[in-house]
């Protein structure tokens, strides 16, 4: 994964972060059971802070791991942002989080 690829990577995961602490992503929430918003709520503090490993990491550290898994994360965080805009229910939104959750996950474990 190139410099410019992985910087969009992470600007992308920034967009999703600040989405996640929106008010319209909490309105959202609102009238979701207790079970989602909790999990809401635990993968907002997982986001931030996987997008601040990735912030911080020596991209010659993660690369290998980046090039195997980049186009998967690539299309994750497409696919949450394209269910963010299609205002999918919020359950819909986190499986799709939880999913990139735990590829970003595997490159920060090299951090």
């Not at 929106?22 to 997982?46: I, K, T, Y």
């Not at 205002?87 to 986190?94: E, F, G, N, T």
């Amino acid at each position: 994964m190139s410099k410019d690829e992985f910087s969009k990577l992470v600007d992308s995961l920034t967009q999703v972060r600040h989405w996640l602490y929106s008010n319209s992503a909490q309105q959202q929430v609102l009238n979701e059971p207790q079970a989602v918003r909790d999990q809401f709520v635990s993968f907002r503090r997982e986001i931030n802070f996987l997008t601040t490993q990735l912030q911080s990491a020596e991209l010659e550290s993660i690369s290998d791991k980046l090039d195997e898994l980049g186009p998967q994360l690539t299309a994750g965080i497409d696919s949450i942002n394209a269910s963010i805009a299609s205002v999918a229910k919020i359950s819909s939104i986190l499986n799709t989080i939880s999913s990139v959750v735990g590829l970003i996950a595997r490159v920060v474990a090299l951090v």
